[in-house]
């Protein structure tokens, strides 16, 4: 079960990768709205992706 | 002995010194000289440059001061300088090849900043270096860790390379600069995505490894369907 979250975030990196890629491709095309939604996606997948590495340990108390 | 040890301060202080002088001559000093640059400009250039130079001086017995002065102060200024310099900076009006010639300056000043192991040094060979045998790695790496390692700086190279498709000019240093952060930022989480899995966080449960996520997940999953809805509705 550990490794299929280890493949989501793997997933989830490679879904960043090509938000990034299509939003940048967007602001070529004068498609700016889009541009941004795409960027917008890329940065929720790359942080996605980074948080489900190592949780935060709960606080006490 | 002691002018060998001369020699080779003013040549550190040489090689702190040139890069940013370069960078600086280039990228701040060239605009304001221009008619319509404004006098306050001007003085911000100069205090750059006085910082500039001071800061390898101090650097010698303050070294975080020195730094501080030489990188974030000269920094600081030369940003100071171009924003007072306002219209003078337009797009339309930049040379772009001393433009590439000032980034590579910008480049070298960073560089210069860093520390080098010193020409001619082994380090197995310090005084106090431990002996024994090499030391081994404690853990290995990860399945998969360099080819999502690669695949991070495909996917950063291939952002900075599509920001060179944006001919609109205003939006075309929009393009650069998210390209920038973009590629950045998927150095960053790939660099940790390639060496984070497996090995100690394997004793964190899976569920809470995606829960630690939910935010960030159901924000994206709201994306992805308001994405959705706006392509039908178009």
Redesign the interface.
């Known amino acids: ?2 490794r ?3 493949v ?3 997933l989830l ?2 879904l ?3 938000a ?2 299509a ?3 967007a ?2 095309n ?1 498609d ?1 709205l889009r541009a941004l ?1 795409f ?18 340990s709960r606080s006490r108390g | 002995m002691v002018s060998l040890d001369r020699a080779r301060s003013l040549f550190a202080r040489a090689y702190l010194l040139v890069p940013g002088v370069y960078a600086w001559l280039a990228t701040v000093l060239s605009p304001t000289l221009g008619r319509e640059a404004p006098a306050s400009a001007r003085v911000s250039a100069f205090l750059a440059l006085s910082v500039l130079v001071a800061g390898p001086f101090v650097a010698v017995e303050h070294p975080r001061l020195g730094r501080a002065v030489g990188v974030f102060a000269f920094v600081a200024l030369c940003c100071m300088s171009w924003l007072l310099l306002g219209s003078e900076l337009a797009i339309d009006r930049l040379d772009p090849l001393q433009a590439a010639l000032g980034a590579l300056g910008w480049a070298a000043f960073a560089f210069g900043w860093g520390s080098l192991r010193q020409l001619g040094t082994v380090p197995e060979e310090h005084p106090n270096v431990l002996g024994g045998s090499s030391l081994r790695a404690r853990e290995a790496l990860p399945w998969g860790a360099l080819p999502v390692l690669a695949l991070s700086i495909a996917g950063a190279a291939a952002c900075l390379a599509l920001a060179w498709r944006v001919a609109r000019p205003d939006h075309s240093l929009l393009a650069h600069a998210a390209a920038v952060a973009c590629a950045i930022a998927t150095l960053n989480a790939g660099a940790k995505v390639a060496i984070g899995r497996g090995g100690t966080q394997q004793a964190h449960e899976p569920a809470r490894r995606v829960s630690a996520a939910s935010r960030s997940l159901g924000a994206l999953v709201v994306c992805v369907f308001a994405g959705l809805f706006w392509a039908v509705l178009r």
């Open positions: 079960m550990s299929a979250v280890d989501l975030s793997v990196l490679v960043a990768v090509l990034f890629a939003g940048i491709y602001l070529g004068r700016d939604y960027l917008v996606v890329g940065a929720l997948c790359l942080r996605s992706s980074t948080e489900m590495l190592r949780p935060r």
